[in-house]
């Protein structure tokens, strides 16, 4: 749960255009290699921490009882 809501900040400021001449990067007096370095970045970290989320999820739900009751439900749903 905090892992997801820790990914949502790189996510978050990844909406930041990053363009020649983009008037956030003027306003911050950013160049733009130096924003396109940042972007990057932050696209890094951000799927990193996606992917221990999901990393996360599948060990919880393969130590726990829980994945043979969702197995179970589906079952029943299709038949």
């Given amino acids: 749960y905090n892992i997801a809501r820790t990914a949502l900040i790189p996510f978050a400021l990844l909406w930041i255009p990053v363009s020649r001449g983009s008037p956030f990067l003027r306003i911050l007096q ?3 290699e130096r924003a ?3 972007h990057a970045w932050l696209a890094t970290i951000m799927v990193s ?4 989320h999901g990393a996360a999820y599948i060990i919880f739900y393969a130590t ?3 994945a043979h009751k969702v197995s179970k439900q589906n079952k029943k749903n299709h038949t």
């Avoid at 921490?49 to 221990?52: E, G, H, Q, S, V």
């Fill in 49 to 52: 921490m996606l992917t221990l």
């Fill in 30 to 32: 950013i160049p733009f």
């Fill in 36 to 38: 396109v370095r940042y």
């Fill in 64 to 66: 726990t009882s829980r």
